[in-house]
């Protein structure tokens, strides 16, 4: 981001000033920039080269439901899910199309690591700020790439990657304006926060922080006229202009993936109150939420920080004690987004806490600095970088044991599949993740629609006593006309054309549907053909209806 090339420049010119070094006029030297640039060289280095080793070649799901779906959007111009992540998306699309390099999927993926870059690159920004030495500010940053939480999102296509650069761009601006005391930094953190909304609505859960620190900190800034009159329209257009994409696709959808669709002012509404998930929001109750969840939120503490769950904490009473405003501002963030986790009823609502740990890296790290400042003076240097290169070592043989992501032998086994698969085909899967593999190749080009080949989900996940092969019943059931897609399996069509011919993918879903009376058998690979019930079997099974 700009935030960075500007801190580096200001870095540049305050090493140039130094006595020794080059005269006013003359350009800077290697040696004075390599002294400026250096903390923010070692995170973007470090974290390149370890992210770039780790991150998943194709697609898969093995830390998110969405992951292969968020590898696929940008290249077919598509909508996720609600809110429907249009600033997400737009880049996505550009990303994959200007970089000539690996397949779509390893693009997006690699496009998480870019923004967790960039976030640890201005981390090192904040910790100057808050005094922090450079040695800790380069290892620091550093070791926060590789928390477990942002490692793991860095390397595959999610949106969270991308939420946490937006929170750290924002939280840099007001260190900035706390130690500059121009009100320059605040309009932009005002401004990066306003084109937060752009990406995910979820952002909101910052503003009970934000609102905080205003009020204590400069209470009638954001009230004088010159500040409404410039800052409202200019925030209101960069959270809601990029929106317009939605309608956009919705009305030009093409063959693509349209999960969230906007054809009018109530539809945009839902779209960015995530009113699909409305009802599961707070839907976990107080004593629930504190008698099951946050023990194991204290277990997912430990994992991610371990020990420095300790020097957290002391950070966060240093910043109490030296930058009061401060830690009121990420306190009440990381306070009101673990509380509205806690609340969320979803089952990886741990993956959404990826702000939380961020916040206690950075007060471990105020921490840990407070300790070195303590070390008697002939000592503190050394004991100080010995700290800096601990902290990312310990990070990374923490972390990538559980974090390779290199094998694409999951996309491999489905691209067999498509490839063997006759046309005018109908290939049913267990799981949501496996039917996103197969429309990551059918979908683009126009693959499958050219050979009249579809795949779906065959169990609908309810309680519903058929559940594991309820839209095989749908689909062989006697009825006229095309067959109609769940609202979230719409691409190019909304129906499938009866009459193909059925494949079951895996073998443990095809003993799964042998078991409930469908004639299965063996094909090619993980691929078994399936056919339909004839009447006498049919009246024996129970038929799920929607």
């Keep these: 981001m700009g935030l960075a090339a500007g801190v580096l420049d200001r870095e540049v010119r305050r090493a140039n000033s130094s006595p020794g070094r080059s005269r006013p006029g003359q350009r800077p030297g290697v040696w004075q920039l390599a002294r400026a640039a250096w903390p923010y060289l070692v995170p973007a280095l470090v974290l390149s080269v370890v992210y770039g080793f780790t991150v998943q070649r194709s697609t898969g799901n093995a830390f998110s439901l969405d992951t292969t779906k968020f590898e696929v959007v940008g290249k077919v111009l598509g909508t996720p899910h609600p809110p429907g992540y249009p600033l997400y998306t737009m880049l996505n699309a550009a990303f994959v199309r200007l970089l000539p390099l690996g397949e779509v999927a390893f693009r997006a993926n690699l496009l998480s690591a870019v923004f967790a870059v960039s976030a640890c690159v201005i981390v090192v920004r904040i910790l100057s700020d808050l005094g922090v030495s450079r040695p800790l500010q380069a290892g620091g940053a550093t070791a926060l790439g590789l928390l477990p939480a942002l490692w793991q999102n860095a390397i595959v296509a999610e949106v969270y990657s991308f939420t946490a650069l937006f929170m750290v761009a924002v939280l840099a601006c007001v260190t900035r304006w706390e130690r500059t005391g121009r009100r320059a930094w605040l309009r932009v953190g005002v401004l990066v926060f306003a084109l937060s909304f752009a990406h995910a609505t979820s952002n909101v859960l910052l503003i009970p922080g934000l609102v905080l620190y205003l009020l204590l900190r400069h209470p009638l800034w954001l009230l004088r006229p010159r500040e409404l009159v410039t800052l409202l329209p200019a925030g209101a257009g960069l959270a809601l202009l990029p929106y317009a994409y939605l309608?956009?696709?919705?009305?030009?959808?093409?063959?693509?993936?349209?999960?969230?669709?906007?054809?009018?002012?109530?539809?945009?509404?839902?779209?960015?109150?995530?009113?699909?998930?409305?009802?599961?929001?707070?839907?976990?109750?107080?004593?629930?939420?504190?008698?099951?969840?946050?023990?194991?939120?204290?277990?997912?503490?430990?994992?991610?920080?371990?020990?420095?769950?300790?020097?957290?904490?002391?950070?966060?009473?240093?910043?109490?004690?030296?930058?009061?405003?401060?830690?009121?501002?990420?306190?009440?963030?990381?306070?009101?987004?673990?509380?509205?986790?806690?609340?969320?009823?979803?089952?990886?609502?741990?993956?959404?806490?990826?702000?939380?740990?961020?916040?206690?890296?950075?007060?471990?790290?105020?921490?840990?600095?407070?300790?070195?400042?303590?070390?008697?003076?002939?000592?503190?240097?050394?004991?100080?970088?010995?700290?800096?290169?601990?902290?990312?070592?310990?990070?990374?043989?923490?972390?990538?044991?559980?974090?390779?992501?290199?094998?694409?032998?999951?996309?491999?086994?489905v691209d067999a599949a498509v490839a063997a698969v006759p046309d005018h085909s109908l290939i049913f899967?267990?799981?949501?993740?496996?039917?996103?593999?197969?429309?990551?190749?059918?979908?683009?080009d126009d693959l499958g629609l050219r050979r009249q080949v579809w795949a779906a989900e065959g169990p609908n996940h309810s309680q519903h006593p058929d559940q594991a092969v309820f839209f095989l019943h749908e689909y062989c059931a006697p009825q006229p006309g095309p067959w109609p897609w769940p609202w979230h399996e719409q691409l190019a069509s909304p129906s499938v054309p009866r009459g193909l011919q059925m494949f079951i993918y895996g073998d443990a879903y095809a003993a799964e549907v042998q078991r409930y009376g469908f004639r299965v058998r063996p094909f090619q690979g993980q691929l078994s053909t399936v056919t339909c019930l004839d009447d006498a079997d049919a009246g024996r099974q129970p038929v799920g209806r929607r």
């Design 429 to 444: 899967a267990a799981t949501l993740e496996e039917r996103q593999q197969f429309v990551y190749r059918l979908l683009p």
């Design 247 to 413: 309608p956009w696709r919705t009305a030009h959808a093409g063959n693509s993936w349209v999960e969230t669709q906007v054809y009018d002012r109530h539809s945009l509404s839902a779209a960015l109150t995530g009113a699909q998930f409305g009802d599961r929001m707070w839907a976990v109750e107080p004593e629930v939420a504190k008698a099951v969840r946050l023990p194991v939120l204290a277990d997912a503490a430990v994992d991610q920080l371990g020990a420095l769950l300790v020097l957290a904490a002391l950070g966060f009473l240093v910043l109490v004690y030296r930058r009061f405003w401060l830690a009121a501002l990420t306190g009440t963030w990381a306070a009101v987004t673990a509380w509205f986790v806690l609340r969320y009823l979803v089952d990886d609502w741990l993956t959404l806490l990826l702000p939380v740990w961020l916040l206690a890296g950075l007060w471990a790290l105020v921490g840990v600095h407070w300790c070195l400042s303590h070390v008697p003076r002939r000592r503190s240097q050394l004991a100080t970088a010995a700290v800096a290169l601990a902290l990312p070592l310990v990070a990374m043989f923490h972390g990538h044991p559980d974090l390779q992501r290199r094998d694409p032998a999951a996309q491999h086994r």
